[in-house]
């Protein structure tokens, strides 16, 4: 039996993917596993560490140990920073805007 698998990749978009299964659970199983996030088990920091890196991370918008703990965070864990660094980036432009205003 043939599968067809439908990822979307934007609005009107999608990849698809035709399998042979033997049934229909296995297909859905296959879906299942395909879009189920590949996240390294035991990659990243564990969660205390992972807990005080963003705390500080929060009050001093600096990355402990910098480029080493970087590269042992888990990909979720690199969105996450970068998120913040882009949030703390827009934070900044707009006090510097409303500083100069003030200042005029």
Do not use: C
Not at 43 to 52: H, P, V
């Amino acid at each position: 039996m043939k599968a067809k698998l439908h990822f979307p990749t934007e609005q009107y978009g999608f990849v698809e993917i035709e399998a042979e299964v033997a049934s229909v659970e296995e297909g859905l199983d296959l879906y299942k596993a395909s879009t189920s996030p590949n996240l390294p088990s035991g990659g990243g920091l564990e969660q205390k560490e992972w807990n005080d890196t963003l705390t500080e991370y929060l009050n001093t918008t600096e990355l402990r140990g910098g480029a080493t703990t970087y590269e042992a965070l888990s990909d979720q864990q690199r969105w996450t920073i970068q998120e913040l660094k882009k949030a703390f980036k827009r934070v900044r432009a707009k006090d510097e805007r409303e500083s100069l205003e003030v200042g005029n």
